[in-house]
């Protein structure tokens, strides 16, 4: 996993080449929701990895895939439950949903904001930016 990670942290022809294999997306997805906290993180991480930095094709590939669902889920499920989010994670998966946001705006402006919306996004920031147990 943590290759995988690594790979998804580089330049976009790098995370090109990982998007394009056959069910990469898909299977950190279906990581990200299981029960083993530490490979759910590293997940988490590589599909915000992804996001970052990403070229317009990437994010509409991972957007189109269900990251900005994911990414939020997890923020959601972890923010009830503090002790277990940690400052990194989050704010690798801020800056993964400004990027998609951004790129967003240049190209499908109300789909993105709309599934932010649609999966409480807003909410869950808001919640977040209220959590007592994240550093400033």
């Known amino acids: ?17 990982a ?3 056959d069910n990469l997306l898909s299977t950190l997805i279906t990581i990200s929701k299981q029960d083993i906290q530490l490979v759910r993180k590293e997940a ?21 895939a269900g990251v900005i669902e994911t990414l939020i889920n997890y923020l959601k499920e972890f923010n009830m439950n503090s002790t277990l989010l940690v400052d990194h994670i989050v704010v690798v ?17 109300t ?11 807003l909410t869950v920031l808001e919640e977040l930016q209220s959590n007592e147990h994240l550093s400033e």
Request: proline fraction near 1%; hydrophobic fraction near 40%; charged fraction near 15%.
């Open 93 to 109: 998966i801020l800056e993964a949903l400004i990027h998609i946001c951004g790129t967003g705006e240049e190209t499908n402006p």
């Open 1 to 17: 996993m943590l290759g995988v990670v690594n790979v998804l942290a580089g330049n976009n022809e790098h995370k090109t080449m």
């Open 19 to 21: 998007l394009q294999r």
């Open 111 to 121: 789909v993105y904001c709309n599934k932010l919306e649609q999966c409480d996004g």
């Open 44 to 64: 988490i991480i590589a599909l915000a990895n992804a996001s970052c930095d990403a070229s317009v094709s990437n994010v509409q590939l991972l957007v189109d």
